[in-house]
């Protein structure tokens, strides 16, 4: 979703949910976001759906989630509810890939989004889609009390 392709939509819509637990929210992602979809579903309140474009086969089936949304169900793809059950047995740090590392690293250096890509080659943005890939391997929600990024380069001193 615009403006940075990354996780707005997902941001808002679980902020929509904060604000009113009730309302019906439906996600339509390229991919699952655990951590989101867990927080998505996490107050059992209101209807969710979240469904992967790739898997969406038409029109009429997207509609169809649609409207079972706002008539109270819950609309989940399958591989969106393998993603939130399965168990990990792994230390989330070990789910990071090899450039996710670098960035955790360079922003423990205390360098900004700009010089993280200067130092990678790398576009700002796809430094910002390696952070929210941290935040979210991390388990690191959208807390307004708290700064993920601060949170991250935590754990990976923790080493």
């Known amino acids: 979703m615009p403006p940075t392709g990354t996780d707005e939509g997902l ?3 679980i902020a929509v949910r904060r604000r009113r637990p009730a ?11 655990r951590l989101y979809a867990r927080e998505l579903l996490a107050s059992g309140e ?13 029109v009429r ?22 993603a939130v059950m399965a168990h990990r047995r792994d230390e989330p740090l070990d789910r990071l890939t090899d450039r996710e590392r ?12 700009a010089s993280i890509a200067a130092a990678l080659s790398v576009t700002e943005k796809a430094v910002s889609k390696h ?4 935040f979210a391997k991390l388990d690191l929600p ?11 380069v935590l754990a990976h001193l923790r080493l």
């Open 102 to 113: 670098q960035v955790l690293g360079l922003m423990a250096e205390g360098r900004s989004n």
């Open 46 to 58: 209101g209807s969710v759906g979240y469904l992967l474009k790739d898997r969406v086969g038409d």
């Open 61 to 82: 089936e997207f509609v169809d989630g649609v409207g079972r949304v706002l008539g109270g169900a819950t609309v989940l793809d399958p591989e969106v509810v393998a």
């Open 131 to 134: 952070i929210n890939a941290i």
């Open 23 to 33: 309302f019906p929210v439906m996600v339509l992602s390229q991919h699952v976001e």
């Open 142 to 152: 959208v807390d307004l009390e708290v700064n993920r990024r601060v949170q991250a």
């Open 11 to 13: 941001r808002a819509a």
